[in-house]
């Protein structure tokens, strides 16, 4: 597996993050405790900052949906694909950094963090550059891919007023990463707090003071993506990292290209993921009832995000605490912090699960009042709690492939199990065996998901912790 290693940032010296590591001699219940607190100690505020974040799309979501069938569908579209689809490879771009400055953060390299954000933004920005017609041909796009007129000639009108939200990611994700690796989640926590509140107001009032529509829903979402990056910015540069950002400066343009390849790698890696459920809500598009049918699928998905945003937060929280083990040499502590946090999802995965079964034909309310809408979303609500579950394992697994720098091994493993298994058995249950939009999402569910957490599984089950630990500690000083 490729390792890379880095330079690192912050006032962690009390030991909370990378203490020696326990003599096997200790007491396990005082081990997995200690490990618990010092996962929690970034999960915590993580969940909260992920779930105010996607509760900004909710809102959006919910917003519109409220004015009719076409506009959810079409901010659907709009937010989930077009957005989605630039989203997952920028996200998945900037988790190079999970790697490098966690890794960089546990071999006490603290002045590289701030070097590498920098450098994360120039590839980034650059990729929003070269990916920027997806928004400005987004109608036609949507078009050929077999969306009704309507819906598509709305979702063009919203990509393109989501523009600015596209070039926020180039700057928001980097910093995000920089602070996480750091364990300065607390900071995350409580400017996504804020600006969710914001988000609320300005939204309430585009679209019921002022009837924007659903341009104003969109705007909204632009405006707040921005004040985050200014946020979480200003507390980086004016005290909050003094050991880590020391200013710009033109390091960053050099080792470019080595860092593009891990980018890449992890762009790669996530955006298969990513982009394989904006494939579920496409192809319902050749489904009867197409509007219904998507409607239903992305109530069922923004469900599915809103509770992915707690496994999500352990992908992150693992990341940091492998790369900041393996950093400073501890392959033992990388391999318990990777147990502790399986555990720790799959039960919270298991407590959603039940809830979904539960209220099977309620949750959907949030989003529609439309009868026939809620009646399909009922019909799905089995599958929803499936996937809530295998993703309570699935993205905690991929936070320890980050963390261990194994973004290419994961990236060929996607795009076997997604869309050489995945995809094409939900084409057969779903469009061939004609069991509609739950063929197609099954069929992916069982075919591509399962099939790669399996295989990620068994990768880290076999994994020699201690030779990637060398490997770590070997190369960090060889980085620029």
Known sequence: MNNINPGADDELSHGLLHPPPPPVSENPKSRFWLESKKLWYIVGPSIFSRVATFTMNVVTQAFAGHLGDVELAAITISTGVIVGFNFGLLLGMASALETLCGQAFGAKRYDMLGIYMQRSWIVLLTCCIVTLPFYIYATPILKLLGQPDDVAELSGLAAIW??????????????????????????????????????ILLTWLFMNVFHFGIVGTVVALDISWWLNFVCLFSYTAFGGCPLTWNGFSMQAFSGLWEFVKLSAASGVMLCLENWYYRVLILMTAFLKNATIAVDAVSICMNINGWEMMIPLAFFAGIGVRVSNELGAGNGNGAKYATFVA??????????????????????????????????????????????????????VISGVAVGSGWQS??????????????????????????????????????????????????MTIRCDWENEAQKAVAKYSNLK
């Open 162 to 199: 989501l523009i600015p939200q596209h070039f926020s990611f180039a700057f928001l994700f980097p910093v995000q990463r920089f602070l996480q690796s750091q364990t300065k989640a607390s900071v995350l926590a409580w400017v996504s707090l804020v600006i969710l509140a914001i988000h």
């Open 342 to 395: 399986i555990l720790h999802s799959t039960v919270i995965g298991l407590v959603f699960c039940v809830l979904i079964v539960a209220f099977h034909n309620k949750f959907a309310l949030i989003f529609s009042s439309s009868t026939v809408v809620l009646d399909a979303v009922d019909n799905m609500a089995w599958l929803l709690a499936f996937t809530i579950l295998l993703n309570s394992v699935q993205p």
């Open 409 to 458: 091994w994961v990236a060929y493993i996607n795009l076997g199990s997604y869309y050489l298994v995945g995809l094409p058995l939900g084409i057969v249950l779903g469009l061939i065996l004609h069991l509609g939009v739950e063929g197609i999402w099954g069929g992916m569910i069982f075919g591509g998901t399962a099939l790669q957490t399996i295989i990620l599984g068994v």
